[in-house]
């Protein structure tokens, strides 16, 4: 049971380039999410899915866009890469959305756009 | 603007002693409360929930919330090095998404 995993690990990229965060989770969670962590900014919600099928858009959405793959994957795209997403990447789910429910988070991606 | 805060520290505390971690929330309606701890360059873990008035206890650690006071707060006893690391609250509002607070910074020496 690998619980959330997420890739890549590290990732450099230029500005204007474009990727995919790539997110999957075994527990059979209906919920998940993708954040930020800046330093001195905390954790900030990019987007959520609460069950497959949906998404919606969180604190931060400008930039990014998502995709809920299928009950197990979401993915986070950078379409046109700034060195203002310089950050770290975590992908969460918990068993169902939002309130009540503990969220598990994956280990992280971290992007350096320059 | 719905706010978690917490003191960013660093809280230092010796081995064995116990530690404080303290939190407030700006939102009366939050339901569901929730301790993360953080080891540096690591994802977050979840360590207590909470979701009523109260103590919770776990092991060594305490959670403890008071909804009057918007307060909620994590005690560590018989704190060790071990321990050393930053821990996050987070305050599930209704029909939003989690609210993380910036974290506080525990360094327990042994």
């Known amino acids: 049971n690998a619980g959330v995993t997420q890739t890549p690990k590290f990732q450099v990229l230029k500005t204007g380039q474009s990727m995919t965060l790539q997110c999957a989770q075994d527990?059979?969670?209906?919920?998940m999410y993708w954040y930020r962590q800046d330093p001195g900014m905390g954790l900030r919600l990019i987007y959520y899915s609460a069950s497959e099928g949906t998404t919606d858009k969180g604190e931060v959405p400008n930039g990014y866009n998502v995709s809920r793959l299928n009950k197990r994957e979401f993915s986070l795209r950078l379409e046109s890469a700034a060195p203002s997403q310089t950050s770290v990447y975590f992908c969460a789910s918990s068993p169902q959305p939002l309130e009540v429910y503990e969220q598990y988070f994956g280990p992280g991606t971290r992007l350096t756009v320059t | 603007q719905k706010e978690v805060e917490q003191n960013s520290g660093p809280l230092s505390v010796p081995e064995g002693a116990i530690a404080s971690l303290n939190c407030t929330y700006s939102?009366?309606?939050?339901?569901?409360f929730f301790w993360y701890r953080q080891y540096s360059g690591k994802s977050p873990e979840l360590i207590m929930s909470i979701y009523s008035n109260g103590d919770k206890e776990d092991g060594r650690f305490t959670a403890q919330l008071n909804k009057a006071s918007q307060y909620v707060s994590l005690l560590i006893r018989d704190s060790q090095p071990s321990d050393s690391a930053t821990y996050l609250c987070a305050v599930a509002q209704a029909g939003t998404a989690l609210i993380f607070g910036k974290g506080t910074t525990l360094s327990v020496s042994s």
């Open positions: 527990m059979n969670h209906n919920s």
């Open positions: 939102d009366r309606g939050s339901q569901s």
